[in-house]
């Protein structure tokens, strides 16, 4: 028999490769081994070569994520910088799980159908012209969000073959007909899962892990109704600036959509009556929602209300444990999330978070106000995800050094982490390629790249003045400041 044999890797793809496996390890060698700073230990240096290796290898991808993460943490034990408990520490974290706990709601919702069914439901219902059909869009956007932490799978799994299939009744593909409605469609969705996704704390996984390290490093907690209390206002406006401004900006060429309507009231029809699967998941869903809520007197811990909701979908047959064991998204956030746990604790084991302080506190000691400092690293924080092309890569590098100079400077800990915390998701607006939903819009091959990047920008502007402006006078009423 004949066999056939594969190309060799080209040399510039080799080269790729090396350069960016070499430049983490490289970097952390180098920390490693230079002069302590600020006065650290030499256990200390390794573990910011460790941490800061870690965080170009999550950049750079010369692997997937969970598997840079799990190097860090596997160096971290062998080198003593950590011992091994310490090292797994962060699997154990209360935060971890409800991630998880919340990919596998997400599963239960594409599985069971039920969130293509209230985006059907709301596009039934409000979709006559193309701005309503955004908004239907949206709306359901947010109805889903808090229940799916992977924004990916929220717009890319569930909304995304809606979104395709609206612009296909409108005749608008790629190329000629795209401005009929579809690119207007599918650059309003990508913006408007932004929003979404900063206003809850289960919306994306980047969200947790800002929770955890504020904690871990600044003493903050933030549950999930102080966070979305906190983001509810100016999500909400800016919820509903995005398709405006995006439809005066970037307008279709189609504004009436009677066909959109007839479209969802034919899926919903071939989706016949709610399921037992669908029931069971919204009441369960439901239940979830109210006991987050209300926390504060239940006293009952998100995770462990969380995982109950999980169970319940496990023991009622929504999801089978074949399910849960597929669940990929949820098991690899796992080990990245948690893995950065345990090397974000060794940063404050070391007393490198409270070295990094005070030196900033040290060099900046003159500036004035806090309000200004406190704009600016929010302003810096924004702007450096042009860099960036993944929101987790993103908060790992970046939110404890930002943060930790706002607050050396006297901001209040809980508002810089509400205010990076949001950002931390809003960021992905300026490009085609910062999270996870980007490439596959921007891949349908409606909207070109400088168009792509000048409305981003557009849009970055209008969220600085509506979270920092109105937001920030939000959370002065919440006594945030």
């Given amino acids: ?10 040399v510039p793809r080799r080269t790729s490769l090396l350069w960016r496996a070499g430049l983490p390890i490289a970097a952390a060698l180098i920390i490693a081994a230079a002069p302590p700073l600020w006065g650290l230990q030499a256990g200390a240096m390794r573990m910011l070569g460790i941490f800061v290796g870690t965080i170009l290898g999550l950049i750079l991808q010369p692997l997937p994520q969970g598997a840079v993460v799990i190097l860090g943490v596997t160096v971290s034990a062998l080198s003593t910088t950590l011992t091994m408990g310490e090292a797994l520490t962060g699997f154990a974290n209360t935060t971890v799980w409800l991630i998880v706990s919340a990919f596998l709601f997400a599963r239960g919702f594409i599985k069971t159908g039920l969130g293509r069914r209230i985006s059907y439901l709301m596009i039934r219902s409000f979709g006559r012209s193309t701005l309503g059909l955004s908004y239907a869009i949206a709306a359901s956007d947010l109805i889903i969000a808090p229940a799916t932490p992977s924004n990916t799978a929220r717009a890319g799994g569930i909304l995304f073959p809606v979104v395709r299939s609206l612009a296909a009744s409108f005749g608008s593909e790629p190329g000629p007909t795209a401005r009929k409605a579809g690119a207007f469609l599918m650059i309003t969705e990508y913006q408007a899962n932004l929003v979404t996704s900063a206003m809850f704390l289960t919306s994306v996984a980047p969200a947790p892990l800002v929770a955890e390290l504020a904690r871990r490093n600044f003493g903050v907690e933030i549950t999930w109704l102080g966070w979305v209390t906190a983001a509810v206002v100016p999500g909400l406006i800016a919820l509903a ?23 969802a009231d034919r899926e919903l029809r071939a989706m016949g009556p709610m399921s037992r699967g669908e029931r069971i998941m919204l009441a369960i869903f439901l239940l979830t929602l109210v006991l987050w809520a209300t926390s504060q007197w239940t006293r009952l811990h998100e995770t462990a209300v969380a995982l109950a909701g999980v169970s319940l979908l496990i023991v009622l047959g929504v999801v089978g444990w074949q399910d849960v064991l597929g669940e990929s998204g949820g098991w690899d956030a796992l080990v990245w999330f948690g893995g950065l746990v345990s090397l974000a604790n060794g940063l404050t084991k070391w007393g490198i978070i409270k070295a990094l302080a005070d030196a900033v506190q040290g060099t900046l000691g003159g500036v004035g106000s806090w309000v200004v400092v406190m704009v600016a690293v929010v302003l810096v924080y924004l702007y450096l995800h042009y860099f960036i092309a993944s929101m987790t890569a993103h908060v790992t ?17 809980y508002l810089v982490a509400i205010a990076l915390g949001v950002f931390s998701s809003l960021n992905a607006c300026l490009t085609h390629y910062g999270t996870g939903p980007a490439p596959i819009y921007f891949g349908a091959g409606y909207v070109d790249q400088g168009t792509w990047w000048k409305y981003g920008l557009v849009l970055s502007l209008v969220h600085v003045v509506v979270w920092l402006g109105i937001g920030g006078l939000w959370w002065k009423v919440l006594g945030l400041w």
């Fill in 1 to 10: 028999m004949a066999t056939v044999s594969r190309p060799e890797p080209s």
């Fill in 241 to 263: 600036l995005v398709p405006y401004l995006l439809y005066r900006l970037y307008p279709p060429e189609v504004t009436v959509s009677p066909e959109a309507p007839r479209l």
């Fill in 397 to 413: 590098a970046f939110f404890v050094p930002l943060a930790a100079v706002a607050i050396a400077l006297g901001a209040p800990p």
